[in-house]
């Protein structure tokens, strides 16, 4: 009982320490406009949500670099590209890696789309993604479909890495349809 305790304390004392991670939102609606943000990617370059303007976005949230669910849907993203690229749709993950990490994974895994970091949270606790075990934060593995006029057309709250990428691709291909 102490010991139960004392974890409730220690993520309190967390919580009180990191104040945006003690502070979830809510995941996005349908509808909604897509938040606005600038990140750095793996260089350090800054990229603004704005850019994706005129084509699909899948903006996919992960928990870390290099780690295997996370690789696995990295892969599967990297192996799809033409699919998403026939489609008009680019390919964004976030985390809260710093760019060196990113860089590293992305080398190793030959990911040709942009990886950026957030290194604060503070982008995923406004499409509400962000996660607080304690003193550990982090992204969770979610993706938002962003639509070519900038507005959130899907969200994917229980992502499975094996699955995700063929969901994604028939609901652009469904919801592109006029």
């Not at 990191?18 to 996005?28: M, Q, S």
């Not at 600038?38 to 990229?47: E, N």
């Not at 899948?58 to 295997?68: E, G, K």
């Not at 593995?141 to 992502?159: F, N, W």
């Amino acid at each position: 009982m102490i010991g139960v305790r004392f974890f409730t304390l220690l993520c309190l004392a967390a919580a009180a320490l990191l104040p945006h991670a003690a502070a979830a939102t809510a995941p996005l609606q349908v509808g909604e406009p897509a938040p606005a943000f600038t990140l750095p990617d793996a260089d350090g370059k800054a990229h603004q949500v704005g850019e994706w303007r005129g084509h699909w976005l899948v903006l996919y949230f992960y928990p870390r670099d290099d780690t295997p669910g996370c690789t696995a849907e990295a892969q599967n993203f990297r192996d799809s590209l033409p699919a998403f690229a026939a489609v008009n749709a680019n390919i964004v993950g976030i985390s809260l890696d710093d760019g060196a990490s990113h860089r590293a994974f992305a080398d190793k895994q030959h990911l040709p789309f942009t990886l950026l970091s957030d290194p604060g949270g503070t982008v995923a606790l406004r499409y509400g993604s962000l996660t607080n075990l304690g003193i550990m934060h982090f992204a969770k593995r979610q993706t938002y479909l962003i639509d070519p006029e900038g507005l959130v057309a899907k969200v994917y709250l229980k992502v499975d890495p094996a699955e995700h990428v063929q969901q994604l691709l028939a609901d652009i291909r469904s919801l592109a349809k006029p």
